[in-house]
């Protein structure tokens, strides 16, 4: 032990370098480590964005059908009492102005007292999100 605090030599330039290596390697690993966790983080929460987007569309419009009683259906046009909901360039219009935005399909069926709602996202993934739902009209 006394030897090596008395040896002065310190370490070689191989030593050095061979430490600086595995330092870069650990480092390099480390950093796409965690640029890999950002990328992943970044693309569930767009995923989240555009499911919330599609559920608030829907529950919207799902209420306001449950509470009128002059509901018509045109070509994917619903109109409740005053209100028209129609699909133009992606995005869900409310009397013309954006209700929601980054909407892939709306499709609205009537039948009898049966309305069956549609409404998927504008996604690049294989499953887009989408909800589908089926309300029955009291007359």
């Given at each position: 032990?006394?030897?090596?605090?008395?040896?002065?030599?310190?370490?070689?330039?191989?030593?050095?370098?061979?430490?600086?290596?595995?330092?870069?390697?650990?480092?390099?690993?480390?950093?796409?480590?965690?640029?890999?966790?950002?990328?992943?983080?970044?693309?569930?929460?767009?995923?989240v964005?555009?499911?919330?987007?599609?559920?608030?569309?829907?529950?919207?419009?799902?209420r306001?059908?449950?509470?009128?009683?002059?509901?018509?259906?045109?070509?994917?046009?619903?109109?409740?009492?005053?209100?028209?909901?129609?699909?133009?360039?992606?995005?869900?219009?409310k009397?013309?102005?954006?209700?929601?935005e980054?909407?892939?399909?709306?499709?609205?069926?009537?039948?009898?007292?049966?309305?069956?709602?549609?409404i998927?996202?504008?996604?690049?993934?294989?499953?887009?999100p989408?909800?589908?739902?089926?309300?029955?009209?009291?007359e």
């Amino acid at each position: 032990m006394i030897k090596l605090l008395q040896n002065q030599r310190g370490v070689t330039l191989v030593e050095l370098l061979a430490a600086i290596t595995l330092l870069s390697i650990v480092l390099l690993l480390i950093g796409n480590v965690h640029i890999s966790g950002q990328k992943q983080y970044i693309k569930q929460s767009e995923q989240v964005e555009k499911q919330s987007t599609v559920r608030y569309a829907t529950n919207v419009i799902t209420r306001n059908i449950r509470r009128s009683n002059n509901i018509t259906v045109s070509e994917n046009e619903l109109s409740i009492d005053s209100d028209k909901y129609k699909l133009v360039k992606e995005k869900i219009m409310k009397n013309n102005h954006i209700f929601v935005e980054d909407i892939k399909t709306f499709n609205v069926e009537k039948k009898d007292k049966k309305i069956t709602l549609t409404i998927t996202s504008a996604s690049n993934q294989k499953n887009p999100p989408s909800l589908s739902t089926v309300i029955y009209v009291r007359e």
